[in-house]
């Protein structure tokens, strides 16, 4: 689970609650809005600086692994 980890945290201290990237005020919420809507991740990063392409990288790789888990 990504939660509290490296990539993503969550304390009602920061945002209320809401899940961000670790060390950032930036909702993982952000990230998954950016390319729904046809953004590149680059366009993501120029906008919201504090975030690392790692880290973006790492949660859409743990993403996809989990969702793959889910239906095999």
Known sequence: ML????IISASPDIMG??????GTRVP???LLDYLKAG???????DGFP?????????LLEEAGK??????A
């Open 66 to 71: 989990q969702l793959v888990g889910m239906v």
């Open 50 to 58: 504090t975030v690392t392409r790692e880290q973006v990288i790492t």
């Open 39 to 45: 953004e590149s991740i680059d366009d993501f990063l």
């Open 28 to 30: 993982v919420q952000t």
């Open 17 to 22: 609650g809401t899940p961000v990237f670790t």
């Open 3 to 6: 939660k509290n980890s490296l």
